[in-house]
């Protein structure tokens, strides 16, 4: 089964780290993202900039209408994400519990809606 | 069957579908649960009730509300579950399906009765004293999701296996304290709520025999439904367990539960949360009146805990062990202290205990004065007299 793996973090969590603490949270990323697509379960994973560089568009009568945004209403942001090809959902439940952001975030894990082709 | 095809508006087709579906039930139902007395009248009410159902359905799916409940019903029809003849293994992974933490906690219960314990949807709404339709909700929603999100119908792998029975036993208990609470509702069928989760948990040690944890909580839920005919007195009230009388206790069910008590608590070291409660009711059990209790045993098995399931309440329980066993000063003590924290400020119990504390203590204008807050708090009537009477004596 698929799942998308959401990564939402506070964006300030971030901003109060040290030279050392951001190089121990990178590293650990790092290893993360190896075992990932090292265990064959996920071949796409992104990290995204800050919410602050965000674009949203809705149609407005057949022009796009663009505003930056959209703005926090919560402090935790999609900061990232992986798409999992896995059994069931215990494994899925497995790798989003190795995230690290598990300790200092949230996980959220939605399957795929799969289309049948015809 | 001219009677419900009368009661159908003269639909014969209909009548005659509706009796074979109530045969269906009978030959499902009648050799597990017995033959009912009026047999022939329970396959019409059956019939009737089913006719009802099939009318609703047809009806129901011609607005778009039910087209989705539909489109559930199909998502879930694949999943295995709805027959009794399972394999263990089958049964086992359902149990663990129906209590997944991914699963709401409201749907857990209901789901388990539905698909582990085989109840129906009416029996299970009367038992939690819910709308039928909220029942039937929570079960499509849940099984929808089991489906849809990929909970893996199958025993969790080893290193989650004790967080995840954990949490089946803890549905388990869940199910088993709705009914003997018997804070609401019609007692029999509370009863009935009780007996089932005993079912259920037997099962589940039957699944997973070398688990201490199923075992330990099956022998705490005999043990405490072993006392089910003293817990409640004539006028229909809670019968406090040092006033029970002890004949009145079920030996043959307290029989069965203590070799479970000892293979849960030498199964594994140290022991876990259930094996220990069962290990401390096995004690009461055991003891043939109030003053032949073993409260020493009782203070380090509350001890013990307290250590592998630290609470308030636990040690609120080994402070009230402790006075009986070394004295009402040494109880005092642990109690105060557990005051101080100030978690338990709301709970009656508190300072029920440190109140016959200070009674025995001969300190009686502070144990009124706990007797008073105990009182402020006590919403049982039983314990409501006992606070009451207790209080008036303090005044002699």
């Given amino acids: ?118 | 069957m001219a009677i419900l095809a009368g009661a159908l508006g003269g639909d014969v087709d209909r009548a005659e579908e509706a009796v074979q579906d109530a045969y269906a039930v009978a030959l499902d139902r009648w050799p597990r649960d017995g033959v009912p007395s009026t047999p022939a009248a329970w396959i019409l009410t059956t019939a009737k009730r089913r006719a009802i159902d099939r009318l609703r359905r047809e009806a129901s799916l011609r607005d778009k509300q039910a087209l989705l409940a539909r489109e559930l019903e199909d998502a879930v029809r694949d999943l295995p579950g709805e027959d009794e003849a399972m394999i263990p293994d089958e049964r086992l992974g359902l149990v663990f399906a129906c209590c997944h933490p991914a699963l709401a906690p409201e749907a857990q219960v209901p789901l388990t009765l539905r698909l582990v314990g085989g109840l129906t949807v009416p029996e299970i709404a009367r038992a939690l004293l819910l709308p039928e339709p909220t029942v039937a909700q929570r079960m499509v929603r849940a099984k929808h999701k089991i489906r849809v999100s990929g909970i893996p119908l199958a025993e969790p792998a080893p290193d989650a296996l004790a967080d995840r029975l954990a949490a089946v036993l803890a549905v388990l208990y869940l199910i088993f304290n709705e009914g003997y609470a018997a804070t609401a509702g019609d007692a029999v069928v509370r009863e009935d709520l009780a007996g089932e989760a005993i079912r259920l948990a037997r099962i589940v040690h039957l699944l997973l025999p070398d688990e201490p944890e199923p075992a330990g909580l099956l022998a705490l839920m005999l043990l405490h439904h072993a006392r089910r005919a003293a817990r409640v007195g004539a006028d229909g009230d809670l019968v406090l367990l040092e006033e029970q009388d002890r004949e009145r206790w079920d030996r043959a069910m307290i029989g069965q539960a203590l070799p479970l008590v000892d293979r849960a608590l030498t199964l594994r070291r140290p022991p876990g949360p259930y094996a220990l409660q069962s290990a401390i009711a096995a004690i009461h059990a055991q003891a043939a009146r109030p003053g032949a209790t073993d409260w020493r045993q009782i203070a380090l098995l509350y001890a013990e805990l307290g250590r592998v399931q630290p609470s308030p309440v636990v040690t609120l329980n080994q402070a009230v062990a402790v006075a009986m066993a070394d004295g009402p000063a040494k109880g005092l003590h642990l109690i105060d202290a557990l005051a101080r924290d100030g978690a338990l400020d709301r709970y009656h119990l508190l300072h029920a205990a440190r109140a016959d504390l200070l009674r025995r203590l001969g300190r009686p204008a502070e144990a009124a004065a706990a007797y008073d807050r105990a009182l402020e708090l006590a919403t049982l009537p039983a314990e409501r007299r006992f606070l009451a009477r207790r209080r008036a004596e303090c005044e002699g």
Wanted: some cysteine.
């Fill in chain 1, 1 to 118: 089964m698929r799942y998308l793996l959401l990564i939402y973090t506070d964006q300030n969590v971030y901003a109060g780290m040290n030279e050392d603490e951001m190089q121990a949270d990178m590293a650990k990323w790092w290893d993360y993202d190896g075992a990932i697509k090292g265990a064959g379960v996920s071949s796409l994973g992104e990290a995204l900039q800050p919410t602050t560089t965000a674009t949203t568009v809705v149609d407005d009568g057949g022009k796009p209408l663009v505003t930056d945004g959209p703005f926090a209403e919560t402090r935790e942001q999609l900061g990232g994400f992986y798409l999992l090809d896995v059994e069931n959902l215990d494994q899925a439940i497995e790798w989003a519990h190795k995230c690290p952001a598990a300790t200092y975030g949230k996980v959220e894990l939605r399957p795929i809606q799969e289309f049948e082709q015809g």
